[in-house]
């Protein structure tokens, strides 16, 4: 029985740092698609770059949630100081 606790515990501690490298993922690959539609709006409307502000705070927004990620996810890998 007590295998069965350990072995369970391990599987859910593994399942966290997968759904962590998932979630970072998406966040990356979120500030490549808005990175990308920036930079498209930006090559279309040259002339007129304020049309893309609101594709440069998207990716701005986008790279803001992925860098927490990472600070959050290098946080919880070092070891507490006291």
Same mark, same amino acid.
């Given at each position: 029985? $007590?295998?069965?606790?350990? @072995? !369970?515990?391990?599987?859910?501690?593994?399942? @966290?740092? !997968?759904?962590?490298?998932?979630?970072?993922?998406? !966040?990356?690959?979120?500030?490549?698609?808005?990175?990308?539609?920036?930079?498209? @709006?930006?090559?279309?409307?040259?002339?007129?770059?304020? $049309? @893309?502000?609101?594709?440069? !705070?998207?990716?701005?927004?986008?790279?803001?949630?992925?860098?927490?990620? $990472?600070?959050?996810?290098?946080?919880?890998?070092?070891?507490?100081? $006291?």
């Amino acid at each position: 029985m $007590r295998a069965l606790v350990v @072995c !369970a515990l391990a599987l859910s501690l593994a399942g @966290c740092g !997968a759904m962590k490298e998932e979630r970072e993922l998406k !966040a990356q690959e979120s500030v490549q698609e808005s990175r990308d539609a920036y930079e498209t @709006c930006m090559t279309i409307h040259s002339v007129d770059p304020d $049309r @893309c502000d609101s594709y440069k !705070a998207q990716w701005q927004a986008d790279f803001d949630v992925y860098q927490h990620l $990472r600070e959050a996810d290098q946080a919880d890998a070092s070891p507490q100081q $006291r």
